[in-house]
């Protein structure tokens, strides 16, 4: 059964996801092309001292791509589900909804750390051919509440799609928007560092929350 899912999964999605990781290294290419230039032109000194300074993120072209990431992955994931109540069909499969909608929730998931992780990788080799050893680490830590606020649009945006209810679906939304907008807040480097356990926390609970509307389209469903 679950490699079935699985397979099923994966012929859904593997387009969204290629599509994602070549964005983000297409991404990385171009700091890496922004970096020798700015280096080129000011010198490495001056050019380490504003990112040191001022905090000048050299990796921002990476910000948003975890959000739009999540959003197109849960909508191509779920939304099909939904149209025309598809998702009740599942019901008849020998698993029960809550863990049919958790593997689904753990493919989307996982795919997208993999990728996020591919991701930074890629940030850690081209930042470390220009900059110092702490530099590179600050900057990885950085971009975690960015992949974090992906995450938490993912679980969020996938709870809009399969809740029923109107009602619901704007609280949802709203709380979404408002959680990974104070994660994209981020304006120094690592600034996050001491409350990104709370900000893991509340993915968590999103990752929870998800379960009701599953039930409650199975309860309705009688």
């Not at 909608?101 to 989307?108: D, P, S």
């Not at 470390?128 to 969020?156: E, K, R």
């Amino acid at each position: 059964m679950f490699k079935s899912l699985f397979e099923k999964e994966w012929i859904k999605l593997r387009w969204v996801l290629l599509a994602y990781i070549i964005i983000g290294y297409a991404a990385i290419f171009s700091i890496g092309s922004d970096l020798q230039y700015g280096i080129k032109m000011h010198g490495a000194v001056k050019y380490w001292s504003n990112v040191i300074t001022y905090h000048t993120n050299f990796f921002s072209i990476l910000k948003y791509l975890p959000i739009f990431g999540a959003i197109t992955l849960a909508v191509i994931q779920f939304v099909p589900e939904s149209i025309n109540k598809r998702y009740r069909l599942s019901f008849h499969l020998p698993m029960n909804e809550q863990k049919l909608l958790i593997f689904m929730l753990l493919f989307g998931i996982v795919s997208m750390l993999l990728l996020d992780v591919l991701i930074a990788l890629g940030l850690f080799v081209v930042s470390g051919m220009f900059f110092p050893s702490d530099i590179v680490s600050i900057s990885l830590v950085s971009i975690v509440p960015w992949f974090l606020a992906g995450i938490i649009t993912y679980l969020g945006t996938s709870t809009v799609v399969i809740e029923p209810n109107w009602v619901q679906k704007v609280v949802i939304g709203i709380t979404t928007y408002f959680t990974f907008e104070l994660l994209m807040a981020e304006r120094l480097f690592t600034q996050y560092n001491n409350v990104l356990i709370y900000y893991f926390l509340i993915t968590l609970i999103y990752g929870i929350i998800i379960l009701f509307p599953g039930h409650r389209l199975r309860k309705g469903s009688k």
